[in-house]
């Protein structure tokens, strides 16, 4: 079964148990499929579908911190949890350990001799990792390890 239409049996799930919550969040993340399809005139993919969620929970993410920052416990609770909904459709995310493996071989890879090459070592990294690390921390990782 492809992550759409996983999506649209949880929908069904969630209307069936009046699961408010999760079906808010799952009707969220579809429509943000369907907006795609869309707009770009096409069907998407396993991949694509992961794009659009590792997005979605980035901006939950960053909406939970500043809610936060302005005392809304309750609306970043909110974010919070539909973050942990949509990470249920999201790849195992890698551990740091596997992140600087992968850092350490497509440095090896490109060649990279120092921080100047952080670009050619992160274009290879973003399709091979994308939505089993977060990119942020894959940048972390590639200057730690050009820095050395």
């Not at 609770?77 to 949509?86: N, R, S, T």
């Amino acid at each position: 079964m492809n992550l759409k239409q996983r999506l649209q049996d949880d929908m069904k799930t969630a209307m069936r148990a009046k699961d408010s919550d999760t079906l808010s969040t799952v009707r969220m993340a579809l429509a943000a499929v369907k907006q795609v399809e869309v707009d770009e005139r096409i069907e998407v993919d396993d991949a694509r579908v992961i794009a659009i969620i590792t997005k979605m929970v980035k901006q939950r993410k960053e909406s939970a911190r500043m809610y936060e920052e302005a005392q809304r416990a309750d609306l970043a609770a909110k974010e919070q949890a539909e973050i942990v909904l949509l990470q249920n459709y999201l790849p195992q995310m890698m551990n740091d350990e596997a992140i600087e493996n992968a850092v350490r071989a497509a440095v090896a890879e490109v060649g990279a001799a120092g921080v100047g090459d952080m670009g050619k070592v992160m274009a290879v990294l973003k399709t091979r990792l994308a939505g089993q690390a977060d990119m942020g921390e894959v940048s972390k990782k590639i200057k730690q390890v050009l820095a050395a």
